[in-house]
């Protein structure tokens, strides 16, 4: 019996990511408004019954693509050892910017819209706003930075956090509004030395 339920909760694992691949696949040649449940289903070659069965909605999906390892990136810049705190921070703001192109550009257009208006939802087990999210992991980079004494303790860490996760954000709609023309993850050397290494040069610790 044990087995049985092993063998039903792998299956059901494999239904989900098959559905939300054909999501993936779909969404991104036809763009997120072309798309139909029925559509996905088929593709995934599920009943609509099924699809259902996992998602409430077909913007769920869109959540679903967003958790990759997209909501662990501050934790992995956090863990870097060998890289000063500038240098963290541009990893962070590239692989931020890379991971959303990966994704797709209608995808990412979809994103936006579903997160004009904040709903709070699982993040890493925790209820939160995918904006206050984001807003916390900036913190969590630059506190990083005042922990291991490269940035004063007096350094205004929720401000600047505000500031630069702002920018980050404008380089993606950018990406989005320009049909692509306007890479993100292409200007991420030129945003840490225009705007990111200013804004923090006064709070630096120089070693």
């Given at each position: 019996m044990e087995k049985k339920g092993?063998?039903?909760?792998?299956?059901?694992?494999?239904?989900?990511?098959?559905?939300?691949?054909?999501a993936k696949k779909l969404i991104t040649d036809n763009g997120f408004e072309n798309v139909s449940i029925e559509e996905i289903a088929r593709e995934a070659a599920v009943s609509t019954g099924s699809f259902?069965?996992?998602?409430?909605?077909?913007?769920?999906?869109?959540?679903?693509?967003?958790?990759?390892?997209?909501?662990?990136?501050?934790?992995?810049?956090?863990?870097?050892?060998?890289?000063?705190l500038n240098d963290r921070l541009k990893y962070y703001c590239h692989e931020f910017l890379a991971e959303i192109e990966r994704v797709g550009i209608e995808i990412c257009r979809q994103w936006i819209r579903n997160n004009i208006t904040p709903?709070?939802?699982?993040?890493?087990?925790?209820e939160s706003t995918k904006y206050d999210h984001d807003v916390r992991a900036m913190e969590s980079i630059l506190e990083e930075g005042v922990r291991r004494g490269e940035l004063a303790?007096?350094?205004?860490?929720?401000?600047?956090?505000?500031?630069?996760?702002?920018?980050?954000?404008?380089?993606?709609?950018a990406w989005c509004m320009s049909d692509a023309a306007v890479v993100g993850s292409e200007k991420t050397d030129a945003?840490?030395?225009?705007?990111m290494k200013p804004a923090l040069a006064q709070y630096m610790i120089w070693r």
């Amino acid at each position: 019996m044990e087995k049985k339920g092993k063998i039903r909760q792998i299956r059901a694992v494999e239904t989900r990511k098959r559905i939300v691949a054909a999501a993936k696949k779909l969404i991104t040649d036809n763009g997120f408004e072309n798309v139909s449940i029925e559509e996905i289903a088929r593709e995934a070659a599920v009943s609509t019954g099924s699809f259902y069965t996992y998602f409430k909605r077909k913007e769920d999906i869109i959540e679903e693509l967003n958790q990759l390892n997209f909501y662990r990136l501050a934790e992995i810049t956090n863990e870097i050892k060998d890289k000063d705190l500038n240098d963290r921070l541009k990893y962070y703001c590239h692989e931020f910017l890379a991971e959303i192109e990966r994704v797709g550009i209608e995808i990412c257009r979809q994103w936006i819209r579903n997160n004009i208006t904040p709903v709070s939802m699982a993040i890493s087990d925790k209820e939160s706003t995918k904006y206050d999210h984001d807003v916390r992991a900036m913190e969590s980079i630059l506190e990083e930075g005042v922990r291991r004494g490269e940035l004063a303790g007096d350094t205004p860490v929720a401000e600047l956090a505000l500031f630069l996760n702002a920018q980050l954000y404008g380089l993606m709609v950018a990406w989005c509004m320009s049909d692509a023309a306007v890479v993100g993850s292409e200007k991420t050397d030129a945003f840490c030395e225009t705007i990111m290494k200013p804004a923090l040069a006064q709070y630096m610790i120089w070693r």
